[in-house]
């Protein structure tokens, strides 16, 4: 709560700023309702049928003790660098419950941008089905904010969203083009989210946050096939111009996250997030020494290894949807190799993933 009521709260939309606030967006009518991709039906039905109530499927009387962690340590990479393992317990109990609250903020705040951009493809897909698909998507995602907001809440500190994130959705939704809409927001910010829900998973020691994260899961699968199914069918029938067009606008996403938050190999220092300085000072970490330990941890190359079981968004989900459906381009291989960004093509996660291999009542869980 504000200490001066009479203060504007930072956290609201300013509409006392915005008196003609106006959001232009193209119309974009099917009167034909006909289907022509089956496979996308196929998703949309099973997006109906595995529908889930956050009320009715987890158990929101587990008590959670916000001062100790809810995430095994091994969650974060911070785990195996010296300068980690040269603090207390208590101060890294400190740190990994701060860290994982703004890590799930941050899912909070993702996931209604997520709700935001569905929402936005749902307007602007020309086609039925996938008008069809993405409003179920909608409905998905405003069940990912309602859980998340639900369950921070219990944790009781709400941290701000990470300025990369929100300038990555920021870009997306101001693209005024469904497909730079599902790049930034199917490719890329799903595939980010899908490797942090299932490592998330994988890691979590509260009973309340797997069980929520599996639900989450398994819905972010379907997105993230989504957007396979229906890009590849319209990035294959653009004009080579738009299509280049989109492959810049992909790379531009994928380098502006890597250099907002540290560089390909985590050595880059990376740009200022209001959150994660408050998770420093609350740990009793000085920013500087926080640095000098990364960049120690940098040296031993251990920021680069992932723990076991765990996947990479980059190498197993991201880049290898954005070749998979023609995002990346001859021209735009040649920016990703100058930028030392590597272009992972291994889909066998990504397909997995989809799949629903690795989601609750599979190997995974
Ligand atoms: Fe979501
Ligand atoms: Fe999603």
Redesign the pocket.
């Known amino acids: 709560m504000s200490a001066n009521p009479t203060a504007p709260d930072p956290n609201r939309f300013p509409w006392q700023e915005l008196a003609n606030y106006a959001t232009p967006m193209d119309i974009a009518w099917n009167f034909s309702y006909d289907i022509d991709n089956e496979k996308l039906r196929t998703l949309y039905s099973k997006a109906k049928q595995n529908q889930w109530d956050a009320e009715q499927h987890l158990d929101w009387s587990i008590e959670i003790d916000p001062s100790q962690p809810i995430v095994g340590e091994d969650r974060f990479m911070f785990h195996r660098a010296p300068f980690f393992q040269r603090m207390s317990k208590t101060q890294r109990e400190t740190f990994v419950a701060h860290a994982t609250c703004q890590m799930l903020s941050q899912f909070l705040h ?2 209604q941008g ?2 935001m951009t569905a929402a936005a493809v749902t307007h602007a897909a020309p086609d039925y089905e996938a008008k069809l698909y993405s409003a179920s ?1 909608t409905f ?2 405003a069940r ?2 309602e859980v998340y907001e639900r369950y921070v809440r219990k944790l009781g500190v709400v941290y701000p969203i990470s300025p990369w994130l929100k300038d990555l959705i920021d870009v997306t939704l101001s693209s005024r083009s469904f497909a730079k809409t599902m790049i930034g927001m199917n490719m890329v910010i ?1 595939g980010l ?1 899908l490797a942090a829900f299932h490592n998330m998973r994988r890691q979590a020691t509260c009973p309340l946050l797997r069980s929520l994260t599996g639900y ?1 899961l398994q ?2 699968s379907r ?1 993230v096939a989504f957007g396979h199914l229906y890009l590849s069918q319209t990035i294959a029938q653009m004009h080579p111009d738009e299509r280049e067009d989109l492959a810049q606008f992909a790379f531009d996403a994928i380098k502006g996250m890597i250099d907002a938050t540290g560089g390909v190999d985590g050595s880059q220092p990376p740009k200022p997030n209001p959150g994660f300085l408050l998770v420093l000072e609350r740990s009793g970490i000085t920013l500087a020494d926080f640095l000098k330990g990364m960049q120690e941890a940098g040296g031993l190359g251990i920021q680069q290894q992932l723990p076991p079981g765990q996947i990479h968004s980059m190498r197993d989900l991201m880049m290898p949807a954005l070749v998979r459906v023609g995002a990346i381009t001859p021209r735009t291989r040649e920016l990703y190799a100058a930028a030392g960004i590597p272009i992972f093509e291994d889909i066998r996660v990504l397909e997995q993933m989809e799949r629903g291999i690795l989601t609750p009542g599979s190997q995974g869980a």
Do not use: R
């Open positions: 993702g996931e997520a709700l998507q998905d995602e990912h904010v799903e989210a989450v819905d972010e997105h």
